[in-house]
């Protein structure tokens, strides 16, 4: 495989929470390459959204990057100084997010907003950059782009409003894009639509995107391969095939069989996994899913876990993957 | 927006009224009559009967206050029981000179209070925003007429830099400003302070939102984030403040004025209230209270104008 786009290794983001750290991402390491798109899948609070603002370089203040690195081509980016980083942003890697409702400013139009979004264009006029905003809003299915550029953000649908922000992300050309939960605020006919949206705009998009969801349903629909996250940690990562009809690790396995989507017959009570995120603030000495985990027995809950290579593309953070 | 413009105005009218009725009522309630403090103790009942018949005072309250409507609605507010002149014509003299001070305050009050604020606000959580806490908070605490008298002291009778009374030469700008700068430095700055301090909280409160995440995740700098996304939101609360700041201008105008023995509204109300000169102090309250409103009423209006979000609800 070609060198990847983004390379994030052994990442490890705690926020400091005054007396302790809350550890939100224990050692992540994933990989994008230009024109495939990822999945990033867990329950909330299993470090997702940490993950995805740490790409974009937007971490709250609070937050420690205890080890870790996170590579864009080959560029070590947090030992970019802030002005360099600042100018990754958007032009190299951009994010559409969850809320479309609170994304944008209530008191400037879209327009005026995406026309400020290009400012690290050099040489070209406003009125071109208002031509490049209204053919991308076009571009996402928006009609007559020309009156939504003179809209305030109030005055669009949510569906509108996502799309627009999608239209923002993709205006610089950037190599990686990163949707964090994008369809999650929408109504299951709008998420249709702008999963419908995100696959047509693959085939003439060159870079890599990044789809942040807990819905297992859109990383199917979308991805290529997925990362399992579980309390801070990628415990599983593969092509999606792979993952959906053989999961390796217990949690992905759970996860699945949880999904309604999967349910052959009526059932008056949703299956659930059984137990709760282990504390953040002391995070297992074993295997983080043990407590949950019907497979689990002394050696899990005691050691670490290694990664187990199941396949050239497929591999888990268990001590049972290999079994 | 055309409705809406209707409305106020329709509400600031009844203010007005309300505002009118309750001058009225505190007028009466001051002891002493304008008639025996004109005369001094020594006018016959002869001579106070006379003036009282003359000011109007012998009549029932609600018909002088019927009369006063009357007439301030065709533009008559009376005559000044001491020179005879028209009372509207003296506060015309007299106004330009406190909206002058007024307006000059309010700017640099803005102007400085907005800028330390959105500076705060960049350097938020650093020994830079506890020290302009501290000096916001130490120009909203001192009393303005302190920093009047100190001002004076330092600034026109040690360094004789600028004039310690009056106006200025009528027709002469450079003097004009040189004997503006005191009062308007005395009047603004507990406003500077104040400035800073709102803009700080409603600035720190937009800086949390989401579409400020948005134009940070473009890569836009910190102070185009500041000054642009945020400060266009912000900016909306501080708008009315400055609105009842500017209409509050009178109370500060009295010391001020006095202090600097400064011509305008302030002098003239003052010296009208200890000589019971009646017609004055009415005419000069309502027209001050009409200013207030008008000026609070352009601001909603403003509001209206830069919040697209209010525009709608008042279309609908």
């Not at chain 2, 403040?241 to 500017?246: K, L, M, R, Y």
């Amino acid at each position: 495989m070609s060198e990847a786009i983004l390379r994030i290794e052994n990442l490890s983001i705690g926020y400091d929470a005054g007396i302790c750290q809350i550890h939100a991402l224990r050692s992540a390491t994933l990989e994008a390459h230009a024109g495939e798109v990822i999945g990033i899948v867990g329950e909330s609070g299993c470090g997702k959204s940490t993950l995805a603002a740490a790409i974009i370089n937007l971490l709250a203040p609070n937050a420690i990057i205890n080890s870790g690195s996170i590579y864009y081509q080959g560029t070590d980016i947090f030992s970019l100084n802030k002005d360099a980083q600042r100018k990754l942003r958007g032009q190299d890697i951009a994010m559409v997010f969850q809320d479309p409702m609170t994304t944008f400013n209530p008191v400037l139009t879209l327009g005026d907003q995406l026309i400020d979004f290009q400012q690290h264009l050099e040489g070209v006029s406003i009125s071109e950059k208002r031509i490049r905003a209204t053919n991308l809003l076009a571009r996402v299915g928006i009609p007559d782009p020309s009156l939504c550029m003179k809209r305030f953000p109030h005055e669009l649908s949510g569906g509108m409003r996502q799309r627009a922000s999608i239209a923002a992300a993709l205006l610089m050309q950037p190599n990686v894009l990163v949707a964090d939960e994008p369809t999650t605020a929408l109504d299951v006919t709008m998420e249709a639509q702008i999963i419908h949206l995100l696959r047509e705009l693959r085939s003439d998009y060159q870079g890599a995107i990044i789809v942040v969801t807990h819905h297992l349903g859109v990383v199917a629909e979308l991805c290529d391969r997925v990362y399992v996250m579980y309390a801070g940690q990628v415990v599983e990562q593969g092509l999606v095939d792979d993952i959906y009809h053989a999961p390796k690790h217990p949690y992905t396995s759970a996860l699945i069989a949880c999904d309604p989507a999967h349910f052959e017959e009526h059932t008056p009570i949703l299956p659930t996994i059984a137990g709760r995120l282990p504390d953040l603030m002391n995070p297992p000495q074993g295997c983080s899913f043990a407590a949950r985990c019907v497979l689990a027995n002394e050696l899990c809950r005691t050691t670490v876990p290694p990664w187990v290579k199941i396949s050239q593309t497929q591999s888990a953070l268990c001590h049972k993957a290999s079994q | 927006m055309l409705t809406y413009a209707i409305k106020r105005s329709l509400l600031a009218l009844l203010i007005l009224f309300v505002v009118m009725l309750a001058m009225y009522a505190m007028v009466f309630l001051v002891p002493g009559d304008p008639a025996s403090i004109a005369l001094g103790p020594r006018a016959t009942p002869e001579l106070k009967q006379q003036l009282i018949e003359r000011m109007g005072l012998d009549q029932p309250i609600l018909s002088q206050v019927y009369h006063f409507f009357y007439n301030a609605v065709t533009g008559d507010l009376g005559y000044d029981v001491w020179s005879k002149r028209p009372v509207l014509a003296e506060i015309l003299e007299a106004f330009p000179y406190t909206f002058l001070l007024g307006v000059v305050a309010l700017a640099w009050a803005l102007i400085l209070g907005v800028f330390l604020g959105c500076a705060a606000v960049i350097y938020r959580g650093t020994p830079m925003d506890r020290i302009l806490g501290i000096l916001s908070v130490s120009m909203i605490s001192v009393p303005s007429f302190v920093v009047a008298i100190y001002a004076l002291l330092i600034f026109a009778v040690w360094l004789r830099w600028l004039p310690a009374i009056g106006a200025g030469e009528i027709g002469d700008p450079w003097s004009q400003f040189k004997a503006i700068i005191m009062p308007a430095f005395a009047v603004g700055i507990s406003w500077v302070g104040y400035l800073a301090r709102m803009v700080r909280a409603s600035m720190l409160e937009v800086m949390g939102a989401n579409h400020i995440r948005t134009a940070r995740a473009f890569g836009l700098s910190e102070r185009r984030v500041v000054f642009k996304h945020a400060l266009r939101v912000a900016i909306i609360p501080t708008i009315s403040i400055v609105a009842v700041g500017f209409g509050s201008i009178l109370s500060s105008a009295v010391f001020v004025e006095t202090v600097f023995s400064r011509p305008g509204i302030g002098t003239l109300i003052t010296s009208a209230v200890l000589k019971r000169n009646y017609p004055v102090v009415m005419g000069t309250v309502l027209v001050m209270t009409a200013f207030y409103l008008i000026v609070v009423t352009l601001a909603d209006l403003l509001i209206a104008r830069l919040d697209p979000r209010v525009r709608d609800v008042l279309r609908s």
